[in-house]
């Protein structure tokens, strides 16, 4: 990502061992995009009413070798420019998109 000139915070590099919760409050302070694979960020994302001055989306396909997610996270990044504000769930053939709670 960072190759394709998106600014990157990766938190296994950066603040390894991170919690959940500290994530958001780190994408909401830094007003980022959170990608995972994690579903817990959804739950947390609506049951802490995340503000939609950042955004996750959730990918949900089959992992494949770090380079090839990584192509197909960029490519999916660049597809659409209305991610902040937004929950997105990324599968195989769609992508769903839910509102964040605004403040």
């Known amino acids: ?7 990157v915070l990766w938190v296994r590099e ?8 500290n ?13 995972t694979f994690d579903k817990d960020f959804g739950e947390l994302a609506f049951k802490g009413t995340l ?4 955004g996750i989306i959730l ?11 990584a192509r197909r996270v960029v490519s999916i990044v660049e597809t659409r420019n ?6 997105a769930v990324v599968e195989e053939a769609r992508i769903r998109m839910t509102p964040l709670w605004k403040s």
């Open 14 to 21: 950066s603040c390894p061992g991170i919690t959940d919760k």
């Open 23 to 35: 994530v958001l409050e780190m994408a909401i302070a830094e007003n980022r995009i959170v990608l």
């Open 82 to 87: 209305d991610w902040v504000g937004s929950f």
């Open 59 to 69: 990918l949900r396909f089959r992992k494949q070798s770090p380079e090839l997610v």
């Open 1 to 7: 990502m960072r190759t394709a000139g998106h600014d």
């Open 51 to 54: 503000p939609a001055t950042c």
